[in-house]
């Protein structure tokens, strides 16, 4: 019995160079097989060249004249054009690779390694297949085009520090850990009325009021997700939607302050609550005269959320704003005496280089 044997090989063989063994194990010439044929020899020879692919019809006539199965022809011819394709994509995807390294550094790369989001490699093709994967994209190209990164391209468009693909890379973190985190589905009602327990919550430590808060909201339909910044975004918080029932709220602390944290989580549920859903709001979003009444919209419901109006207005015309004072005040509204401190500073009401020591820094996040 016999057992065919096929090599499978990586290089492109043409079934011309296999016809012209045959026909020599056969002592027979190329010039004869053209007239047993009936074809012009050189059309023949463009087949034993690899120029001409060998068709059905062409296997069935070799059959006849050589008793070599015509399946035999097809499938070399088929395997030829095959490996051939196969190159030609290789060569084609290798120089796209080569083309999208210079994503590499813009797409913050080294930083996403220190992370350990993305493997420390040091080939820069490799480099570029793993962003790619990191962002479930065959072009880093197309990053950018994308709906939800779109709000980074025209963020970085309105300043030029900002780099928009450093801007998509930290929306991808907080999209893929967001995607991990099991939520209710989204109910305004719901997170609107925890509000008052996500405000007491100011006055303790993140080890204490984290996995709380990532628990209160998860229940009411919003993935929080705290990450260290990349490098040239400048973003202190996003909003974006998750599906039809998920929103993700991300949040980061460029100076690790906590009065900076919990005024910029307030200010992202105040986009939650106060504005459609359906597109990724980026913090320092400054792209027209609707995204700025979007952005002090949602600081007033912040200020509002952390320190009731009528309060605030009370306690302003108190001056001078004494440390004591400060304290017993936030003490009376229940919230860290920072939230108080950040929000007289940012009103001009007090020096900058007053009351510091009253604001506590969260030293959990990593830059």
């Given at each position: 019995?016999?057992?065919?044997?096929?090599?499978?090989?990586?290089?492109?063989?043409?079934?011309?160079?296999?016809?012209?063994e045959?026909?020599?194990?056969?002592?027979?010439?190329?010039?004869?097989?053209?007239?047993?044929?009936?074809?012009?020899a050189?059309?023949?020879?463009e087949?034993?060249?690899?120029?001409?692919?060998?068709t059905a019809?062409?296997?069935?006539?070799?059959?006849?004249?050589?008793?070599?199965p015509?399946?035999?022809?097809?499938?070399?011819?088929?395997?030829?054009?095959l490996i051939?394709?196969?190159?030609?994509?290789?060569?084609e995807?290798?120089?796209s690779?080569?083309?999208?390294?210079?994503?590499?550094?813009?797409?913050?790369?080294?930083?996403?390694a220190?992370?350990?989001?993305?493997?420390?490699?040091?080939?820069?093709?490799?480099?570029v297949?793993?962003l790619q994967?990191?962002?479930?994209?065959?072009?880093?190209?197309?990053?950018?085009?994308?709906?939800?990164?779109?709000?980074?391209?025209r963020c970085?468009?309105?300043?030029?520090?900002?780099?928009?693909?450093?801007?998509?890379?930290?929306?991808?973190?907080?999209?893929l850990?967001?995607?991990?985190i099991?939520c209710?589905?989204?109910?305004?009602?719901r997170?609107?009325s925890?509000?008052?327990?996500?405000?007491?919550?100011?006055?303790?430590?993140?080890?204490a009021?984290v996995?709380?808060?990532?628990?209160?909201l998860a229940?009411?339909?919003?993935?929080?997700?705290?990450?260290?910044?990349?490098?040239?975004?400048?973003?202190?918080?996003?909003?974006?939607?998750?599906?039809?029932?998920?929103?993700?709220?991300?949040?980061?602390?460029?100076?690790?302050?906590?009065?900076?944290?919990?005024?910029?989580?307030?200010?992202?549920l105040?986009?939650?609550?106060?504005?459609?859903?359906?597109?990724?709001?980026v913090?320092y979003?400054?792209?027209?005269?609707?995204?700025?009444?979007?952005?002090?919209?949602?600081?007033?419901?912040?200020?509002d959320?952390?320190?009731?109006?009528?309060?605030?207005?009370?306690?302003?015309?108190?001056?001078?704003?004494?440390?004591?004072?400060?304290?017993?005040?936030?003490?009376?509204?229940?919230?860290?005496?920072?939230?108080?401190?950040?929000?007289?500073?940012?009103?001009?009401?007090?020096?900058?280089?007053?009351a510091?020591d009253?604001?506590?820094?969260?030293v959990w996040i990593?830059?």
């Amino acid at each position: 019995m016999m057992t065919e044997t096929r090599v499978h090989s990586d290089l492109p063989i043409p079934p011309g160079e296999f016809l012209e063994e045959v026909i020599g194990d056969l002592g027979m010439t190329k010039h004869e097989l053209a007239k047993r044929m009936g074809r012009p020899a050189s059309k023949l020879n463009e087949i034993f060249k690899g120029r001409k692919a060998i068709t059905a019809d062409t296997a069935l006539q070799l059959e006849k004249v050589l008793g070599v199965p015509a399946n035999i022809w097809t499938g070399l011819e088929g395997e030829y054009r095959l490996i051939l394709a196969t190159q030609e994509a290789e060569r084609e995807r290798r120089e796209s690779l080569k083309e999208e390294t210079k994503y590499i550094k813009l797409f913050c790369y080294a930083e996403l390694a220190k992370l350990g989001i993305v493997p420390a490699v040091t080939g820069a093709m490799d480099k570029v297949l793993a962003l790619q994967k990191f962002f479930g994209v065959t072009s880093l190209g197309s990053v950018l085009t994308l709906r939800r990164y779109s709000a980074a391209h025209r963020c970085g468009l309105a300043e030029k520090k900002r780099s928009p693909e450093a801007v998509a890379a930290w929306l991808r973190i907080g999209e893929l850990a967001a995607a991990r985190i099991e939520c209710k589905p989204f109910n305004s009602g719901r997170l609107e009325s925890m509000l008052p327990a996500i405000r007491r919550m100011t006055t303790e430590a993140p080890d204490a009021f984290v996995p709380r808060l990532t628990a209160m909201l998860a229940s009411a339909g919003v993935a929080l997700v705290i990450c260290p910044h990349l490098p040239k975004t400048y973003a202190h918080g996003a909003v974006f939607p998750l599906g039809a029932e998920k929103v993700a709220l991300m949040l980061t602390i460029r100076g690790k302050y906590a009065d900076v944290f919990w005024f910029t989580l307030f200010h992202e549920l105040g986009h939650i609550l106060r504005h459609k859903r359906q597109e990724a709001i980026v913090e320092y979003a400054k792209g027209g005269s609707e995204t700025d009444q979007l952005e002090r919209e949602a600081d007033e419901f912040a200020s509002d959320a952390l320190i009731p109006p009528e309060q605030w207005k009370r306690f302003i015309r108190r001056d001078p704003f004494y440390k004591n004072k400060i304290q017993t005040f936030a003490t009376g509204c229940g919230i860290d005496a920072g939230i108080v401190v950040g929000r007289l500073h940012h009103e001009g009401l007090l020096d900058q280089k007053f009351a510091n020591d009253l604001r506590n820094k969260y030293v959990w996040i990593e830059d």
